[in-house]
């Protein structure tokens, strides 16, 4: 009704001049205010992936060092993926997480398009990333394993490791999981 509605545009006025007295920006408060949804243009800070070879002798833990890919084609039936995190991932690169679709196969590996332009693809010397490029092939990104067996990105048990912008390093999420959903 037209009272609730006057109520409610006075509340959020009255708000708004509190926020003005304490030199709030309203602008970045009514956007908080006015949608539930990540603010997608903020960009995401990504970065090259850490150089693990130094530890190739270390078998275990969560950075698993595979043999290196051969240059055969791979055939992975999974059209669709998810990735997902309950962990720090969710917080550092929420962008990053979704549903991630079959594009093309690249390097002998599949490649999938994902949110807000993301992009998974195997690496050069080995391993998975995920970036948001234009093009496929960069060596920088948010998520990343070192896996280099031939298994395909959904079938790897762990190891994926997301980037903190804020510390400017990577950590690996135990939470952070991709799965094939169809």
Request: with cysteine; charged share 15%.
């Amino acid at each position: 009704t037209m009272a609730r509605v006057l109520s409610t545009a006075g509340l959020l006025f009255c708000f708004l001049l509190l926020k003005l007295s304490e030199g709030g920006d309203i602008f970045e408060i009514f956007g908080e205010i006015s949608s539930n949804k990540i603010n997608h243009e903020v960009p995401e800070s990504g970065a090259k992936p850490p150089d693990l070879t130094i530890i190739a002798d270390n078998h275990s833990g969560f950075l698993p060092q595979g043999q290196s890919k051969g240059s055969a084609e791979k055939s992975c039936g999974c059209q669709n993926l998810i990735l997902s995190s309950l962990g720090e991932t969710k917080h550092s690169q929420p962008n990053s997480l979704g549903i991630y679709k079959y594009y093309q196969l690249w390097q002998g590996q599949p490649a999938y398009y994902g949110p807000y332009g993301s992009w998974l693809y195997s690496l050069a010397g080995g391993g998975w990333l995920v970036g948001h490029q234009l093009v496929l092939g960069s060596s920088t990104g948010f998520i990343h394993n070192t896996d280099r067996s031939p298994l395909c990105p959904y079938e790897i048990p762990g190891g994926w490791m997301y980037f903190n912008p804020h510390a400017g390093l990577w950590y690996v999420d135990t939470t952070l999981v991709l799965r094939c959903i169809s």
